[in-house]
């Protein structure tokens, strides 16, 4: 070996340790939560420590709203529903005589929810379904890249929490296994999760309604049909968990009571574990709500996550940084 | 470097590369499907073939019954609910005079099948269900280390294809990422799919059952529900791998027409794809039967592939070992 070579092999191996030791967290601040995370990866990935954890058990899930991206003032799939069915109106002149479809149309959000449950099904059952999985994708993706937040006027993309995506890199770079499990729609979901939070579609794990395969002429697709084939909160977390992945994660990251049975199966299996509670604090930079919001209520989590252990993490005085640079 | 550590470091480099040489597929004889499949890997692989695929979208889906492991004179899973129904026998009184159950304590098999569906079903709720997922978990690993082939006194996980498990790992070198997909149940195959095929849980798709949280005394369990949830064979097949994977296979492995659909989604897609059928015409090694077959039969599949461009692989002729040394 010359020694140059050598001299540009040992800048190199200068460089990547440059990289290593680089922050990985740099919009988490000093702070509890902060500790407490890495803390805990230092110690299920350290083969001296006796929380040492095997790579392949590294697993780790993340509701969405709320907890990856915003969810205010609307469930960002609710608002969706509704652009669609304004865009989808003049194909059903019905609509403007009936529910939920009528005050949709008149801008009456709190009218067209009155309607409790059955008026949600509805609305999302009309803008969700009778389509292929391929049609629904493409309408998505279009939605997600056009679409802009009433509030912030940013893509809904670019509202995903930064310290989040750092939390995501630096788990995988440390051996874990990062799933995301939504009460949200998978396949909403899963056209832009990789591109957004580096998670592929097999480790989306969401709510669904049934589809059919159907061989038509251009070859098979899938048809969606407008039934409820599984509701992934509350109990339906740790459920879909079972069934989806079938090994129990090490870690939890929510923000509401949706989450709390995920966090509790996770925190109570032996070994380490983490349960993270993110809790909107910050009514400046994003929002803040718990006990009282009409969205991602978070009562139990907060009575119980000193007893559970649980880390709550504090937007406000935590996070540099919420929402990625434009 | 010192001369030694660089003679060192060269030896390493050898050695990788002879490794690398060596034939990943010992147990493929020469022949037409040997040559399909290392051709079709070796094509979407290179990044300069037209043909490449991007590491993340090598998805490679294989039917676990008659494709990874011997199906006859039953399918492994039905042999261990005769054997539990046998061992519970004694706390089930009824049983006695009660079908299937009685003719399965009579040795009846013919006589337990001869009630169909509604018998199988019987059969499977009173053996899987009503007890925890870990409960079942620990029955199913007990099961896998000591009950043993009636025709070759090999345990089950022993009856697996050398062949199968030189492809998977072939595969997975390849940069694919190998899931099962197979009618059987998804919590019978998961406790040692890992352990004998290198496929983790979460790769692991099947049929289920429906299962409950709940809280008891020692934390909380999954409680199996006598009530079907989904059964992952023919359409459900494609439309498990959607709604689990969410990404469309480039190639697909199966040998009955329980996986018709599963190829025909996979080779349907654009680019390039591959269709595989395991053809057991070894009634010396293994067993030999396809169209008139009670279990796993197969004449669509073999009346269509050469059509469809599948490729059905002779294990008499081309597969040089069955089983692994034990």
């Known amino acids: 070996m010359s020694s140059c070579r050598l001299l540009f092999t040992c800048l190199c191996l200068l460089s990547s340790t440059a990289l290593a030791l680089a922050d990985p967290l740099p919009s988490w601040r000093d702070g509890p939560s902060r500790?407490?995370?890495?803390?805990?990866?230092?110690?299920?990935?350290?083969?001296?420590?006796?929380?040492?954890?095997?790579?392949?058990?590294?697993?780790?899930?993340?509701?969405?709203?709320?907890?990856?991206?915003?969810?205010?003032?609307?469930?960002?799939?609710?608002?969706?529903?509704?652009?669609?069915?304004?865009?989808?109106?003049?194909?059903?002149?019905?609509?403007?005589?009936?529910?939920?479809?009528?005050?949709?149309?008149?801008?009456?959000?709190?009218?067209?929810?009155?309607?409790?449950?059955?008026?949600?099904?509805?609305?999302?059952?009309?803008?969700?379904?009778?389509?292929?999985?391929?049609?629904?994708?493409?309408?998505?993706?279009?939605?997600?890249?056009?679409?802009?937040?009433?509030?912030?006027?940013?893509?809904?993309?670019?509202?995903?929490?930064?310290?989040?995506?750092?939390?995501?890199?630096?788990?995988?770079?440390?051996?874990?296994?990062?799933?995301?499990?939504?009460?949200?729609?998978?396949?909403?979901?899963?056209?832009?999760?990789?591109?957004?939070?580096?998670?592929?579609?097999?480790?989306?794990?969401?709510?669904?309604?049934r589809t059919q395969y159907v061989l038509r002429g251009e070859g098979p697709v899938f048809e969606r049909q407008p039934e409820l084939f599984f509701f992934d909160d509350k109990e339906g977390k740790p459920v879909a968990i079972n069934h989806h992945i079938g090994r129990r994660p090490i870690l939890a990251v929510g923000n509401s009571d949706g989450d709390f049975q995920m966090l509790e199966y996770t925190t109570t299996g032996e070994g380490a574990r983490l349960g993270v509670i993110i809790h909107h604090t910050d009514a400046q930079r994003e929002w803040a709500y718990d006990r009282e919001s009409h969205i991602g209520r978070l009562g139990r989590g907060l009575d119980e996550a000193d007893e559970r252990g649980w880390i709550v993490v504090d937007m406000k005085d935590e996070w540099a940084t919420i929402y990625p640079t434009k």
Chains 1, 2 share one sequence.
């Open 35 to 209: 500790t407490a995370i890495t803390t805990f990866v230092e110690s299920v990935t350290d083969e001296n420590s006796p929380d040492f954890v095997p790579e392949a058990q590294r697993i780790a899930t993340f509701d969405n709203d709320g907890t990856l991206w915003s969810e205010q003032p609307l469930y960002f799939q609710a608002i969706f529903a509704i652009d669609r069915v304004k865009a989808l109106a003049s194909s059903h002149p019905e609509w403007k005589t009936e529910e939920p479809f009528a005050s949709i149309l008149k801008g009456d959000l709190q009218g067209a929810l009155s309607g409790g449950e059955s008026a949600v099904i509805s609305m999302i059952m009309a803008t969700h379904a009778n389509m292929t999985t391929d049609e629904f994708a493409d309408i998505t993706t279009q939605w997600m890249e056009t679409a802009r937040h009433p509030a912030t006027g940013r893509r809904y993309s670019e509202m995903v929490f930064q310290p989040m995506l750092e939390l995501l890199g630096y788990l995988r770079s440390n051996g874990f296994k990062t799933f995301i499990v939504s009460g949200g729609g998978i396949e909403f979901m899963r056209p832009w999760t990789e591109a957004v939070y580096g998670i592929p579609p097999e480790q989306v794990v969401g709510s669904s309604i």
